[in-house]
């Protein structure tokens, strides 16, 4: 069955440091990966997507399919980072998110 | 533990017939209430969300209407459904943790595929 896992429910890292939100899937197809974003109080955005290999506000995410995961980084957090991140596996005609990951980008 | 319910799964209805999704909570009380649409090759969009019995919030002027009935449970509505209400609806809830604003974690719903023909 597909299934999408984001392991942990809060990461907190302090402005400047590095920041990975983990991702894993399971899914029998090639998989079509996104990550959206959700900044307080403000609708659910879509971030990125695998198929379009781009570099959005400095993050950045590549699929490893030995791995099947599909973690989403960036060299330097800002506190403007500070949201919750659900990664998303579409198939068929339905969407997979993971339970999402809260980021707190500290001071 | 908190559960939240969508049905239908998936429904294919013609233009012009009326439309009813629902979407209910278990678990929780006074929850956040948030009605979601993604269309085809687009991201997700806020439709509603609601913080309360008969509070309802719309996000984007359109051809659907939303009520909260209950304290968890939140219906999604059209009169007439549009082509263009086809699409992946998501219900989803949550809490404010210690009433803070930036500490709200949203669950989904399964979501209801909605095919207009």
């Known amino acids: 069955a597909q299934r999408v896992t984001q392991p942990e429910k809060l990461l907190s890292v302090f402005k400047g440091a590095p920041v990975e939100l983990k991702c894993n899937y399971s899914y029998s197809g090639s998989p079509e990966l996104f990550w959206y974003v959700q900044y307080s109080r403000q609708r659910l955005q879509l971030l990125l997507r695998?198929?379009s290999r781009e570099s959005i506000k400095g993050f950045t995410a590549d699929l490893n399919k030995g791995e099947t995961s599909f973690h989403l980084k960036k060299p330097f957090a800002q506190e403007e980072d500070s949201a919750m991140y659900y990664c998303a596996l579409p198939y068929g005609q339905n969407f997979v998110f993971g339970p999402g990951t809260r980021l707190s980008v500290l001071p | 533990s908190q559960t939240i319910h969508q049905w239908p799964a998936t429904l294919v209805q013609p233009v012009g017939s009326p439309l009813s999704l629902e979407c209910t909570v278990e678990?929780?009380?006074?929850?956040?209430l948030y009605w979601y649409r993604q269309a085809a090759g687009r991201g997700l969009q806020l439709l509603f969300y609601s913080v309360g019995i008969g509070q309802i919030s719309s996000e984007v002027p359109q051809n659907l209407s939303a009520s909260r009935p209950q304290d968890r449970q939140f219906i999604l509505s059209s009169k007439k459904l549009l082509l263009s209400d086809s699409g992946f609806y998501l219900c989803a809830w949550s809490v404010l943790e210690g009433g803070d604003l930036t500490q709200e974690t949203q669950y989904f719903g399964p979501g209801t595929r909605l095919l207009v023909l």
């Open positions: 678990g929780t009380s006074n929850p956040n």
């Open positions: 695998h198929i």
